[in-house]
């Protein structure tokens, strides 16, 4: 049974940080490329950075780029993403992605950015 299962989510004031864990199991979680997606109220789902499967590679979109990193253990089947100088519009529930053959959902956490 496939799972992804996001942690770290939680409320923090603007310009401080949180990183975001998302723990995966029931796939070959070193063959796949992983994500970062995000969805605010009333928005649609946004992309927020990928990471290929060896993890050479990485790309962010432009509203989180040089304050996001994502990055990943295939030893423990995890990916991260460690956010810095969060700002009011980061507001959003964060989901990882599995994307090979297959995309794999995780059922998301709540990321607060608010004084």
């Known amino acids: 049974q496939v799972q992804l299962v996001e942690s770290g989510g939680g409320l923090v004031q603007p310009g401080g940080s949180l990183r975001l864990s998302c723990a995966a199991s029931?796939?070959?979680?070193?063959?796949?490329?992983m994500s970062w997606y995000r969805q605010s109220p009333g928005k649609e789902r946004e992309l927020v950075a990928y990471?290929?499967?060896?993890?050479?590679?990485?790309n962010y979109a432009e509203f989180v780029r040089g304050r996001f990193i994502i990055s990943r253990d295939n030893f423990k089947n995890t990916l991260y993403l460690q956010m810095n100088s969060l700002k009011l519009e980061d507001t959003a529930v964060y989901y990882c992605v599995a994307q090979l053959h297959n995309t794999y959902w995780g059922q998301g956490t709540q990321v607060t950015v608010s004084s």
């Open positions: 990471i290929t499967s060896g993890g050479a590679m990485s």
């Open positions: 029931g796939f070959s979680f070193s063959t796949y490329t």
